[in-house]
């Protein structure tokens, strides 16, 4: 064991694909030398070699689909795009191929990639550093989208989403990389892909988050506590595919639904939420679910965040209205 | 890459000097014979019969189209030296990563006329060529798969295989950010990726000079510091050299090659098409006289070489064809299993949810009549 933060965790992780096996291939922009602008891939390159951690020329379109093109001849790369709004340039090759390209070839070819970029607002940030995508990627059949919030799932789900024959766009929260401890296996171990976890039991109302908000949710669950509210928190960990099975279960139990995320509100992961818990516990439900979410503009610079990103006492103001409906 | 570092062709036919290499003429005269290839007539025979069996194909597709036996077709005619004299040049281990109007390197790649027609029929299944080595699915959208032939570079050469990979795409393709970004990033990564830009002159409607400022498509590879030709499209010889010389250029380790093979579509962009809304019978007259195929005849006219009976050949090729034809429009086979079945290698249970609930649906449908 030992005390590791998020980049820690993941850069462990990384480690330990690139030692045990030779096809992996880690690249993007400053990944090499710098070891990436958050230094998730620090010290690699020096133990690796430049043939297998690499800086590439600054194009996210082509990193993405020369990742698929060695993907499908033998190797497993690992691509790091360096921002959530980094993304989009290569959003073409991600719909249009990254995704398809098994179906396409009907199983001939697979599509083992990672594509890893830090996301999320609450860093004071520029431009289109701050954003929320996973619903874009979600909504492209063929992909798996992964979003750790804490260092030990870290580690764990993206030694699976590595060792996934499926192409995986695994989010980052940059917010929590480092504001997070946490004692974290020296060895190998993996997450299954898909399983949501409960954080913790609780029998008012569940409330279901991912990534940073996951912090955020336990700040809120405390003044919950105190006013005397018990709520269950599940985890996400994987967007999708996303894990019914554990909403149903707590949904039936609490009654009530609350989904927590940065992203825009309308046509979001919240919003599948609301679906699945209407579509699997309807009949048990003792309020409307609710969704706390960002708005649907774009995420305001640092003077303006504070009004979009979503706080501890937002959260419990949202919990406490549920509860009382 | 310094330029002696270059095959001599690239340097003789300096694509910033708009030169173009040709090596026979409008009929069939060898005009350039320092870079004739050395091929025996047998080579050069089955040349013209591969070039011809696709023309052959290209028809009966077409026809078969209008009959309604099979959905838009995206036609090769009058780009078959192209098409041939790659396909003759790509070894079983290299890799080939198509766009769409290149049917003939996919036949010499190994791929069936029944996979293409099945294809077209609207299965997946034929697409996916899963008897060719080392070949890409069929990619409709335009340019992306210059990175993916480029990553397969990297991949080969990471991997220390002889193996090279050959890419096409169109002249409107050239002006889709992949391809520069492909071009810049096979430069930087020195891998071995010969890249075609077919310009047939058209984008579906657009002419090339509506694409680019450039005097030609070639000259594009000059900012990439890679070599660059501009090659007489539909002339099998000279298409025959310049990829006879990029294939030992890249499996040298020298890096990425890029060809603009100069040539003229002159079918319809797909059976959807109309030509006539945007060129001229003129214009496709006279390319229509400089024919790949009518060249590369009357060459081996010239050379007393011609010894194919072409009504035999054609009732053949079509006999040929048409059984290719039979068996796919026999294969009904496209069952609700593999719309679900290829998405993922570990089916998700929101997609198993879904085929269950279709299949609900269907007992229920069953149920009823």
Redesign the interface.
């Known amino acids: 064991m030992s005390v590791m933060t998020m980049v820690q965790a993941i850069n462990n992780a990384l480690d330990i694909k690139l030692n045990e096996d030779s096809t992996v291939?880690i690249y993007g922009e400053d990944v090499g030398v710098e070891g990436g602008v958050f230094r998730v891939t620090e010290g690699l390159q020096k133990k690796y070699g430049v043939?297998r951690v690499f800086d590439?020329?600054l194009?996210e379109?082509?990193i993405?689909?020369?990742?698929?093109?060695?993907?499908?001849?033998?190797?497993k790369?690992i691509v790091e795009l360096q921002f959530d709004g980094f993304t989009y340039?290569a959003f073409?090759?991600i719909a249009?191929?990254v995704s398809r390209?098994?179906?396409?070839?009907?199983?001939?070819?697979?599509v083992p990639m990672v594509i890893r970029f830090p996301y999320g607002g609450g860093i004071n940030a520029l431009e289109h550093h701050s954003d929320s995508p996973e619903a874009l990627y979600a909504h492209l059949?063929?992909l798996?989208v992964v979003v750790p919030s804490t260092p030990y799932d870290a580690k764990g789900l993206l030694i699976a989403a590595i060792e996934?024959?499926?192409p995986v766009v695994f989010m980052e929260p940059k917010r929590i990389y480092r504001a997070i401890k946490q004692e974290v296996p020296d060895e190998k171990y993996s997450l299954p892909l898909?399983k949501a976890k409960v954080i913790q039991d609780g029998s008012d109302v569940t409330v279901v988050a991912y990534g940073a908000m996951i912090r955020e949710c336990q700040k809120a669950i405390a003044m919950a506590e105190e006013a005397g509210i018990s709520v269950e928190l599940i985890d996400l960990r994987s967007i999708?595919?996303?894990d019914?099975?554990t909403i149903r279960n707590s949904v039936r139990k609490t009654g009530r639904m609350i989904a927590v995320a940065e992203a825009h509100e309308s046509f979001s992961v919240g919003s599948e939420l609301i679906a699945i818990t209407n579509e699997e516990a309807f009949l048990y439900l003792e309020a409307p679910p609710r969704r706390v979410m960002g708005y649907d503009t774009v995420v305001p610079l640092a003077q303006g965040e504070k009004f979009y990103i979503i706080s501890p006492d937002r959260i419990f103001y949202e919990i406490e209205k549920t509860v009382k409906f | 890459m310094t330029q002696n570092d270059l095959p001599a062709i690239f340097r003789e036919f300096n694509p910033i000097e708009d030169k173009m290499l040709s090596i026979i003429d409008n009929e069939g005269h060898v005009v350039n014979k320092k870079w004739m290839p050395a091929l025996d007539d047998a080579t050069i025979v089955s040349a013209y019969k591969q070039m011809y069996y696709e023309r052959v194909a290209d028809e009966m597709a077409i026809s078969y189209q209008r009959q309604g036996r099979i959905f838009t077709y995206t036609p090769n005619l009058g780009q078959e030296a192209i098409h041939i004299a790659a396909g003759m040049n790509i070894r079983k281990e290299d890799w080939l990563v198509p766009a769409f109007r290149e049917m003939g390197t996919l036949l010499a790649k190994g791929v069936t006329m029944k996979e293409m027609f099945l294809f077209y029929m609207g299965n997946e299944q034929g697409g996916s060529f899963q008897n060719a080595n080392h070949t890409l699915p069929i990619s409709i959208s335009i340019g992306t798969q210059l990175h993916h032939a480029t990553g397969i570079g990297y991949s080969v050469k990471y991997r220390k295989k002889n193996e090279a990979v050959f890419t096409f795409i169109g002249d409107g393709g050239t002006s889709e950010g992949d391809f520069s970004e492909a071009l810049n990033f096979a430069g930087v990564w020195q891998v071995p990726v010969v890249f075609t830009i077919q310009n047939n002159q058209y984008a579906i409607s657009v002419p090339t000079r509506s694409q680019t400022k450039s005097i030609n498509l070639a000259v594009k590879s000059v900012a990439f510091g890679i070599p660059g030709i501009k090659v007489d499209g539909n002339d099998f010889f000279a298409m025959y050299l310049a990829y006879q010389t990029a294939a030992r250029y890249a499996l040298s380790g020298k890096g990425p090659v890029l060809i603009e093979a100069f040539t003229y579509r002159l079918g319809a962009h797909t059976t959807s098409d109309d030509p006539t809304k945007y060129r001229s019978k003129k214009e496709e007259t006279e390319w229509g006289l400089i024919d790949p195929l009518i060249r590369l005849r009357r060459y081996m006219e010239n050379e007393g070489i011609w010894n194919i009976d072409v009504d035999k050949l054609t009732d053949e090729y079509k006999q040929q064809i048409n059984q290719q034809f039979l068996e796919a429009e026999q294969n009904k086979a496209y069952s609700h299993d593999e719309v679900f079945a290829y998405m993922y290698t570990d089916m998700p249970d929101d997609l198993k949810r879904q085929k269950a609930e279709y299949e609900q649906f269907l007992s229920w449908k069953e149920n009823r009549k």
């Open positions: 291939v043939e590439s020329p194009a379109s082509a993405v689909g020369t990742a698929l093109g060695m993907a499908v001849s033998g190797l790369p340039p073409n090759q249009s191929n390209m098994q179906n396409r070839s009907r199983g001939k070819f697979t059949p063929g798996k996934s024959n499926d898909g999708y595919p996303i019914r099975e």
